[in-house]
């Protein structure tokens, strides 16, 4: 890691204007899933958001090394932006991924096929763990980011002044309730001691759109709900086919849709109101101007709360009454054994015994279907 200050770039967040942002939700089907993405980029007016005169990454999901359906960036959904950005003139497009403590992103590129639609693109990929980091200063005042970190917030050099198209898929999360848009960026923007901030969550993500405001000319979102996942996600989730795309330039009404959707009350949700009342984004969906579908009818009742094993422990350091050995056991030599103990109930227990056989079923629907075709 680079000991050199960045210079702050670009300029401070503020509040939004009065203009409603625009949110696109595209009902899609295999046979058509490419065109389904392009229409719902041209829906949200992505090339209104992204200039074309920069370079743009494609910030790909990889939450497990594993496939499992709903849990990183499928390969339709790449390949649909990399075709509809690339057709339109964007020229410089870099697939970036980044790894963390539990999860091989070189492997997972492999296993979620991001590595076949690279190559059929000829793009060559960028892993932000290989890259230099650089301290930098934001202009916005964080809110727990500069207390995280007292020694200076690090973040990839290899990001700055690039456009940025975040490719999530729609799905729950044991600590934030769902993951989107927003905590597409935690990965990226944070190294691998990024686990320090699960117990500000909320404020972290926040904190990380901010940056990005400030160091991509262009932030943009497309979500994948072909697959969705439900309970205690990102990993050991149940799926659902949603056959659904989303997109849009505001993170913050692009997670509220999506939330809103699965069944929760965007508001409710820590990140997507923090974000709302900081001007960042606009968290109500009855401001946000819906184009494509119709989804007033909609609730797909996800559970939220719902723990493993490993989650139900972290949540006892990070928040519960184990909140006193956070810094002994996760800030501190011992923390590799947490590691292992995730690895091995994921890896080891979950996975064998209960994932393969949900992906078995998976692969005999249709989208299981175009899965394997790449």
């Known amino acids: 890691m680079a000991s050199e200050t960045r210079p702050k770039s670009g300029t401070a967040p503020t509040a939004k204007a009065s203009v409603r942002p625009k949110v696109a939700v595209v ?29 743009t990454l494609l910030k790909i999901n990889i939450s497990w090394q594993h496939y499992y359906p709903a849990c ?65 200063e934001p202009k916005a005042e964080m809110s727990v980011l500069g207390d995280v970190y007292p020694d200076g917030i690090r973040i990839p050099e290899f990001l700055i002044g690039k456009n940025i198209v975040h490719l999530p898929t729609m799905k729950t999360h044991v600590f934030t ?49 072909t697959f969705a996942g439900d309970g205690p996600g990102p990993r050991a989730m149940r799926w659902h086919t949603k056959n659904v795309i989303l997109a849009g330039a505001d993170q913050v009404a692009v997670d509220a ?3 809103r959707m699965m069944g929760f009350d965007p508001m409710s949700i820590g990140f997507i109101r923090l974000a709302h009342e900081a001007g960042l984004g606009c968290g109500d969906v009855e401001s946000v101007e819906i184009v494509g579908e119709d989804i007033s009818k ?10 493993t094993f490993a989650s139900r422990g972290q949540k006892l350091i990070y928040w519960g009454r184990l909140r006193f050995l956070e810094r002994a056991l996760l800030r501190s030599p011992l923390v590799p054994l947490a590691y292992l103990a995730s690895n091995a109930y994921h890896n080891g227990y979950w996975l064998p015994f209960v994932g393969r056989r949900r992906v078995r079923e998976a692969m005999k629907t249709p989208w299981g279907r175009l899965f394997q075709s790449y």
Request: charge should be negative; charged fraction near 20%.
């Open 257 to 259: 849709v999506s939330a």
């Open 177 to 225: 309730t769902i993951t989107g848009a927003m905590k597409n960026a935690f990965g990226g923007l944070l190294n691998f001691k990024r686990h320090y901030t699960h117990s500000v969550i909320h404020e972290t993500l926040v904190d990380l759109l901010k940056i990005q405001m400030e160091i991509h000319p262009g932030v943009f979102a497309v979500v994948d709900g």
């Open 72 to 136: 990183s960036t499928t390969p339709w959904q790449l390949e649909g932006v990399i075709r509809e950005l690339s057709g339109s003139g964007y020229e410089a497009l870099t697939p970036t991924h980044n790894g963390t403590v539990v999860v091989d992103a070189h492997a997972g590129a492999v296993a979620n096929k991001h590595r076949q639609v690279e190559a059929k693109y000829g793009l060559a990929p960028v892993h932000l763990e290989d890259v230099e980091w650089v301290r930098y």
């Open 298 to 307: 909609i609730d797909w009742r996800f559970a939220a709360g719902e723990n």
């Open 27 to 55: 009902m899609t089907r295999p046979e058509t899933v490419l065109d389904d993405v392009s229409r719902a980029m041209r829906l949200a007016e992505y090339d209104a958001h992204l200039p074309k005169e920069v370079a």
